[in-house]
């Protein structure tokens, strides 16, 4: 298939490199030029801008940071909306409001263009790796057309619905416990460590242990190696928390613990620490109470 990938960061050139090895023609449109180059080295077409896409692509897949983001790349005055023929299907992977979802699929079918709404879970590495967890919701065609792109980036694809919204739906849930998981291994941690114990040994024997979590195993390594290169930045989950709040208030519905780990990740990007990777909101309590912190190992 002839494909588009807008947005090479580190979930969308894993993404856009799995495409390339399951046999598609891929263009990666990214702004940032070291990317691009990146993204030829492996073997694809690069665009640096969403008006410079080729008009015959099959499937649009956006991977950029937020609606913002997906709206400009999209509608905006250099926007690959007018270029795109009718039936075109864009796979919207950017995790935002389900309103928005169902605004954007609106507005892209006043164009005879398909929308599958198609949130993501699992990481830079199994973006790499081609293992995905997708959350799609979205017409039947949309998903017939898709197919070949969610076989090649995803282990389950979550068929949850005919329409744009069900899926940004799980996947505002999936980022309430995403997002309190770090933030309470960071307290956890950071416990153990001013309590004096050794965070090595403190992580092996959690992880071995009821109190342990997919979070607590993925992201409290990044702490122990001292590495805050962003794989997933603390600036994320202040969007993403905030999408799940925004939609609380307005169901009248009380989230006290996303509520708490949002000030927390606010906290963090106050700091400086924003860009970051969000295990780091751990410095929150290296501010607080002067524990010290592993030192990186390169």
Do not use: Y
Request: proline residues 6%; negative net charge; glycine residues 10%.
């Amino acid at each position: 298939m002839k494909l588009a990938v807008i947005g090479l960061g580190s979930m969308g050139m894993g993404a856009a490199r799995s495409l390339l090895r399951a046999g598609h023609d891929v263009v990666g449109c990214e702004m940032r030029a070291e990317l691009r180059e990146t993204f030829l080295a492996a073997g694809g077409r690069a665009a640096a801008s969403p008006d410079d896409l080729p008009a015959d692509v099959e499937v649009v897949v956006v991977f950029v940071v937020n609606a913002t983001q997906a709206e400009a790349v999209l509608f905006g005055p250099n926007g690959c909306v007018p270029r795109l023929a009718p039936g075109t299907v864009v796979m919207n992977c950017v995790t935002l409001a389900a309103d928005r979802a169902i605004e954007f699929e609106r507005r892209l079918a006043e164009g005879a263009l398909l929308m599958l709404d198609a949130p993501v879970s699992g990481g830079p590495k199994a973006a790499e790796e081609g293992r995905m967890s997708v959350m799609a919701s979205g017409a039947p065609a949309a998903f017939a057309r898709a197919e070949p792109v969610l076989a090649a980036i995803a282990a389950k694809v979550w068929r949850l619905g005919d329409r744009a919204g069900p899926a940004s739906t799980v996947k505002m849930v999936n980022q309430l416990l995403a997002g309190v998981h770090i933030a309470v291994a960071a307290e956890a941690l950071a416990l153990g460590i001013r309590a004096g114990a050794d965070p090595q040994t403190l992580f092996d024997v959690i992880s071995a242990s009821a109190g342990s979590s997919w979070m607590w195993q993925n992201r409290v390594p990044h702490v122990l190696a001292g590495d805050d290169t962003p794989h997933s930045a603390v600036n994320i989950f202040v969007k993403d928390l905030g999408i799940v709040l925004d939609a609380a208030r307005a169901m009248t519905f009380p989230l006290p613990l996303a509520a708490t780990a949002h000030q927390l990740f606010l906290a963090a990007a106050a700091g400086g620490d924003g860009g970051r990777d969000d295990s780091f909101v751990i410095r929150v309590w290296e501010r607080l109470a002067k524990i010290p912190l592993p030192d990186r190992k390169d």
